[in-house]
T-cell receptor, first 116, second 114 residues
Framework: AQSVTQLDSQVPVFEEAPVELRCNYS??????LFWYVQYPNQGLQLLLK??????LVKGINGFEAEFNKSQTSFHLRKPSVHISDTAEYFC??????????????FGAGTRLAVHP | DAGVTQSPTHLIKTRGQQVTLRCSPK?????VSWYQQALGQGPQFIFQ???????QRGNFPDRFSGHQFPNYSSELNVNALLLGDSALYLC?????????????FGPGTRLTVL
């Protein structure tokens, strides 16, 4: 079964600094990969997704992620963070080619705390 | 477009009771999925409804059941509540079953079991 590991439970960073949130998934078969953000007391919002094609995916709010098949990783990056980026970030995978359709399997989340 | 809406926002129940949570999908969406997010964890897939049928199910006991109505709205029912059922319950909707279609999440229902 698929699993997702987010390597850092918390990432503190200063405003305007770059940040990378790490994500590894368990299977080397073809999968779809996603990053979601969750602000306090809100649902999840899609930041970006990888379905196929270019391994560098650009999303909303200046975020991007790079798909690395050999390392089964999908790390999220932002070159300069803002206070408003403080939130919980979730990496997720779906395995549509094994009958999983659009069932999302999430990691445990990474809490990004941006300090002034 | 109101997006995905869920009701109620918060709910407090005692052990052994039953609860019903409701979800209205985003306009144009016909598929609804339910997720359970325990405190400090990522969401876990409960089940998914399409064309009023349960299409996929995660590793949850039969105490968790659901329904989808002809207008695509959905209910999640949990019987014989346990303390461990305390969580944020998220509903997500999308168009069809394709994995490449974006899923839109509602704000969730916070269930507390005492």
């Amino acid at each position: 079964a698929q699993s997702v590991t987010q390597l850092d439970s918390q990432v503190p960073v200063f405003e305007e600094a770059p940040v990378e949130l790490r994500c590894n998934y368990s299977s080397s078969v073809s999968v779809y990969l996603f990053w979601y953000v969750q602000y306090p007391n809100q649902g999840l919002q899609l930041l970006l997704k990888y379905l196929s094609g270019s391994t560098l995916v650009k999303g909303i709010n200046g975020f991007e992620a790079e798909f690395n098949k050999s390392q089964t990783s999908f790390h999220l990056r932002k070159p300069s963070v803002h206070i408003s980026d403080t939130a919980e970030y979730f990496c997720a995978v779906s395995d549509p080619f094994s009958g999983g359709y659009n069932k999302l399997i999430f990691g445990a989340g990474t809490r990004l705390a941006v300090h002034p | 477009d109101a997006g995905v809406t869920q009701s109620p926002t918060h709910l407090i129940k005692t052990r052994g009771q039953q609860v019903t949570l409701r979800c209205s999908p985003k306009s144009g969406h016909d598929t609804v999925s339910w997720y359970q997010q325990a405190l400090g964890q990522g969401p876990q897939f409960i089940f998914q409804y399409y064309e009023e049928e349960e299409r996929q199910r995660g590793n949850f006991p039969d105490r968790f059941s659901g329904h989808q109505f002809p207008n695509y709205s959905s209910e999640l029912n949990v019987n014989a509540l346990l303390l461990g059922d305390s969580a944020l319950y998220l509903c997500a909707s999308l168009e069809g079953l394709a994995g490449y279609n974006e899923q839109f999440f509602g704000p969730g229902t916070r269930l507390t079991v005492l």
